[in-house]
């Protein structure tokens, strides 16, 4: 565990989110960026007990991909809510079967918070994509994990070989295959290990994550495919 001010998931608990077996819940301290919401009256919900609070932060990828597994295989609005709940829950340390009796519009205030901060980093469609030579990203809150302190990423463009892993990983068509395959592609060409890949504030995971499929928008358009 870090014994940094923000406690971090262990490798273990990260790394249980790619194999099919599940994870459990975890809680992270998120920092500055936080958002409490007071529940007045107190939320109390029998056998999960009772709630003044909630208290959020942003996510990290291991929280994102939680949400994009509770999606399953099909995008609806029925799957997309389900996952936002538990992306709520999971952030907030507050259970599900409590987060469901809140007022909506306190879990609408919630989501729009916690996802918030991946759809602000993300490249906008009509965005031109970075492609230099290479980019970095430093992480003020060291990232632990195998053993290691992450402190700084630098990406560069990805090779053919580290593009068709993340085509691997993207085949099955679904939310989570989707970013399972960022996920897969930010290692490749950083040399991370995914613990500290799922550990990655979400932010900075989008921001990695566009930089390097930004070179697979670019370039001149020909008469083939």
């Avoid at 940094?4 to 273990?12: A, G, K, L, M, V």
């Avoid at 291991?62 to 709520?88: D, F, K, W």
């Avoid at 990423?153 to 070989?161: A, D, F, N």
Wanted: net charge negative; aromatic share 6%; proline share 8%.
């Amino acid at each position: 565990m870090s014994h940094h001010r923000h406690s971090q998931p262990t490798d273990e608990e990260v790394l249980a989110i790619v194999i099919p077996a599940g994870a459990e819940d975890e809680q992270e301290d998120g920092g500055d960026n936080t958002l409490v919401i007071d529940l007045d009256p107190p939320l109390e919900v029998k056998k999960a007990g009772t709630f003044d609070e909630l208290r959020l932060h942003e996510p990290n990828v291991y929280h994102v991909l939680c949400a994009a597994q509770a999606m399953g295989r099909q995008l609806t609005p029925e799957s997309v809510y389900n996952s936002q709940i538990g992306l709520v829950a999971r952030i907030s340390g507050v259970p599900e079967r409590a987060i469901i009796e809140l007022r909506s519009t306190i879990l609408d205030r919630a989501v729009m918070f916690v996802t918030g901060f991946e759809e602000d980093a993300r490249r906008k469609p009509d965005e031109e994509p970075d492609t230099a030579p290479s980019f970095s990203l430093i992480f003020p809150d060291p990232i632990e994990a195998t053993g290691r302190t992450f402190s700084d990423m630098t990406l560069r463009e990805p090779t053919v070989r580290e593009r068709r892993i993340m085509k691997a990983a993207e085949a099955k068509g679904t939310p989570e295959a989707f970013l399972q395959a960022e996920i897969a592609l930010v290692e490749a060409v950083s040399e991370w290990p995914k613990a500290a890949v799922l550990k990655m504030p979400i932010s900075r995971f989008a921001k990695a994550a566009d930089y390097l499929t930004g070179f697979f928008l670019s370039g001149p358009t020909t008469g083939n495919v």
